[in-house]
């Protein structure tokens, strides 16, 4: 049966631990596959059998009501933006909804600045309250209630309906245990001030992970806001939405290219870093494709637009960055499990421990234990865990987006700490992948047809005029740089004298001129065929050509090592890669010659384009059972290589829509040793992950244990839980601001 997969967006859930409880009921209904509940990119992602979009999102909103009051679950996405744009917020196809958007906006500001009365004027009781002497105490007893009631009113009331509800493990539940069992025991002060830091922390809590996300999508802020659209008459502002495939845009010196086109008027400079992290600007003239993203520098140019807005590679890229939280890291998806069973195990402890202690123990009272059974309570939430590490792995993809290295979810960010093996494609990725007619050589005495169809010597010209006509119609790069060779120093090719142009995938190309027969190859083809010919070994490619089934020549292409390969074999060793393998479908002395000069250790050549997956078979019998293979390609007929890989890494995906789609993770620019800068922020972003998780854990055992004792007071319990979220969400920012040592 088909499953049909969604993304519905959240609006109004602001606590990790409830959005842990959503997805963990999703996944228990019937009529739902899987779901996954994405809380930094306020999102579900859900796959069913039987229900659209619309039925889906209000089932869900039905299950999501009974465990959270004011969560909205939506078919339409709300944008908020970082606060320093002023720009329309309506950014988003569905424009009928971007009043929705402002409204959701300011809602969020409209709730932090109430919920900062509340606690202001409630922390003035508290504060009369300790001043009031003990001997009002009736006048006392009611400043404390009355600021306990400002404070934490909201928390009593969510409290009540989520038992109503059957939900009784939650932080509101804990909360107000903790602090009406304060009261009970008379421990008014006490009271009031947990619940006041409780909420305190909650508040700074939602404005760092806010100020996280935001920093992060402020990274990838490279949305245009608009697009001179030029018309018969006039130039007007239009939003990038609304503009066609071929329409023609103008863009001025330090204005954002809003879509993906060809320069059709002036040339200038492009500062190209938002999507490949490059420094050096980038210079394009008319005729130059040019992507959205880019910012142009120095001259104004007008564009052709080749892609509608959702298409461009700016979109592309927002919805693989806003995407890449929902793909959750091992890490995560334990600490949720983890968290399911550790709540109420502490819960039960801590009721045990109120009961059974007093009872046992000579001169034990209730009093002193019911307290200590508190502090259990309110180290029992587990929201600094369910938040930290999310957000690390978030920053952890802001921090690869800056070098230009796209990577698609938290769960590849993590497989790549355990890679053994990297498998590479040569062609475009170790290699420039820009190939040049470096010979031509003809056969003696032969004499074969001029293009007019009179007997001729054959002659340079000739052969590569006969290869460049029947190459024309193939889109691989060897065959483009024959015409590129013909039509730049000869003349333009024409078209209309080809007939019956056949390619052969991994052999060549058969095609008939005036009632001739010219194959075009490799030697697999003039075997295949065969044709008796003299075979190179060149260390470069071969293009063997035949005229009416007899051998005339042949056509050698080149091509060069990047400047930037060695260093990355270099990067990739240091950094304990066990096995670095290239695949090529060139010859063996090609492949074997380039493997030497960049100490590669293993080489398959002459491969067809299936058989590369084959290849990397072989390699996964060989690993380890954690390490991981990744598979490193320039996407251009390297997608099913790509998918199968544990993790597909595409270079120069600013180029192949097939790469973008397949891979884990885009290089942006040509370079491999941004392989290398994505492994090092992958180890960093771990290191910062199990930082907070050791935190977490060692802070709230410390206070459980010190609790058990007696030693510990509300104070540092509420520390346990609240404080530590919040040094866990300010320590998960720091890979954002990791600077990576690029020399190696």
Known sequence: MKTNECTLFIEGLDCPNCAAKIERKLNTLQRIKAATVDFLGNRVIVESEDLSQDELAKFIQTEVDKIKDGVKIS??????????????????????????????????????????????????????????????????????????????????????????????????????????????????????????????????????????????????????DYANLKTDSEIKKVNPDEIKVADIIVVKPGEKVPLDGKIITGNSTFDTSALTGESLPREAKTGDIVLSGFINKTGLVEIEVTKVFSESTVSKILDLVENSSSKKSKTENFITKFAKYYTPVVVITALIMAIFPPLLIPNATFTDWIYRALIFLVVSCPCALIISIPLGFFGG??????????????????????????????????????FKVTEINVENNVKINDFENNKTDLTQPLLLKYAAHIEKFSNHPIAQSIVSEYENSIAKTDESIVK???????????????????????????????????????????????FNRQYIGNILISDEIKEDSPKAIRGMKANGIKEIVMLTGDNNAIGKNIAEKLEIDKVFAELLPNEKVEKLEEIYKTKSEKGKVVFVGDGINDAPVLARADIGIAMGGVG????????????????????????????????IVWQNITLAFAVKLIVLILGLFGDATMWEAVFADVGVALLAVLNATRVLKYKVNENY
């Open 75 to 224: 078919t339409k996405k709300f944008y908020w933006h970082s606060h320093n744009h002023h720009h329309s917020h309506s950014h988003s196809h569905e424009h009928s909804h971007s009043h929705d958007h402002s409204h959701s906006h300011a809602h969020g500001e409209e709730d932090t600045d109430k919920i900062k009365k509340k606690l202001l004027i409630g922390g003035i009781l508290f504060v009369l309250g300790i001043f009031i002497p003990k001997t009002l105490f009736i006048p006392k007893f009611a400043v404390f209630l009355v600021s306990y009631f400002i404070i934490g009113g909201d928390v009593l009331v969510s409290a009540v309906k989520n038992i109503l509800r059957g939900q009784v493990f939650d932080e509101n539940f804990l909360m107000s245990i903790a602090t009406i069992g304060a009261f009970a025991i008379g421990e008014y002060p006490e009271g009031v001030a947990v619940m006041l830091f409780y909420q305190l922390g909650e508040l700074f809590q939602g404005i760092a992970v806010n100020n996280s996300r935001k920093s992060i999508i402020a990274l990838m802020d490279i949305r245009p």
């Open 656 to 687: 192949s829509d097939a790469a973008i789609e397949a891979a884990d993770v885009v290089i942006m620019n040509d370079e491999p040793s941004k392989i290398v800068t994505a492994m090092k922020i992958a180890k960093k972003t771990k290191t």
């Open 500 to 546: 019956d142009f056949k390619e052969i995938s991994g052999f060549g190309i058969k095609a008939n001129i005036n009632n001739h027969q010219i194959l075009a190859g490799n030697s697999k083809l003039m075997n295949s065929e065969n044709i008796r010919f003299d075979k190179k070994e060149n260390l470069g490619t071969v293009v063997y050509i035949a």
């Open 397 to 434: 993809i802001g921090g690869t987006s800056k070098h230009g290295i796209l990577v698609k979810g938290a769960n590849y960010l993590e497989a790549l700490n355990d890679v053994e093996s990297i498998v590479m494609d040569k062609t475009g990725t170790l290699t420039k992948g820009v």
